[in-house]
T-cell receptor, first 113, second 112 residues
Framework: DAKTTQPPSMDCAEGRAANLPCNHS???????VYWYRQIHSQGPQYIIH???NNETNEMASLIITEDRKSSTLILPHATLRDTAVYYC??????????????FGTGTRLQVTL | DSGVTQTPKHLITATGQRVTLRCSPRSGDLSVYWYQQSLDQGLQFLIQ???????AKGNILERFSAQQFPDLHSELNLSSLELGDSALYFC???????????FGAGTRLSVL
């Protein structure tokens, strides 16, 4: 799986959009970008994933650059409950093939009043 | 609530002992994954089972073993425990092998 680079920490004011960047310059054509978050010591929580196109769900939006070398996770209206460590993971997804998640150090997002 | 159940939530034991951690996957999920999270190593993949068969191994120690039973629940066995085995152990499950993984709340193991 391709290596990812994320800033170690970010701050965001409550109610504002949180934009979390991720660099994955060695990503290959069949690798997806996944985002998970971990609130305190709880189990990691799936947020969103995508291959090429931008994706949106009820939690967040994922913007992937055209060359796929970087992406941004957007939390449109951050709340205090979004304070967590956010992990950007690149992995191959092949049906029927074992596929682990390789977690890096992530970005610690602190949402403040 | 992810639908993945891990028991026990906390476990305190002594060095040299053996413990078993249990995981019940989400209904319908055939794959189970085990991860270890320690302060110095972060979240690390240990092992994966799919429909009862081992499918992938990470940096799992020889003292550790796992299995997935016919009802699809899984157990992670840790033996000859050392202080350094103190960590959070997470189980995740997915429908197939390449699908989204959903994590349980974890078992916090303290080896004294």
């Amino acid at each position: 799986d391709a290596k990812t680079t994320q800033p170690p920490s970010m701050d965001c004011a409550e109610g504002r959009a949180a934009n979390l960047p991720c660099n994955h310059s060695t990503i290959s054509g069949n690798e997806y970008v996944y985002w998970y978050r971990q609130i305190h010591s709880q189990g990691p929580q799936y947020i969103i994933h995508g291959l090429k196109n931008n994706e949106t769900n009820e939690m967040a939006s994922l913007i992937i650059t055209e060359d796929r070398k970087s992406s941004t996770l957007i939390l449109p209206h951050a709340t205090l409950r979004d304070t967590a460590v956010y992990y950007c993971i690149v992995r191959v997804v092949l049906t029927g093939t074992a596929s682990k998640l390789t977690f890096g150090t992530g970005t610690r997002l602190q949402v403040t009043l | 609530d992810s639908g993945v159940t891990q028991t026990p939530k906390h476990l305190i034991t002594a060095t040299g002992q053996r413990v078993t951690l249990r995981c019940s996957p989400r209904s319908g999920d055939l794959s189970v994954y085990w991860y270890q999270q320690s302060l110095d190593q972060g979240l690390q993949f240990l092992i994966q089972y799919y429909n009862g068969e081992e499918r992938a191994k990470g940096n799992i120690l020889e003292r550790f073993s796992a299995q997935q039973f016919p009802d699809l629940h899984s157990e992670l066995n840790l033996s000859s425990l050392e202080l350094g085995d103190s960590a959070l152990y997470f189980c995740a499950s997915s429908v197939g092998q390449g699908n989204i993984q959903y994590f349980g709340a974890g078992t916090r193991l303290s080896v004294l």
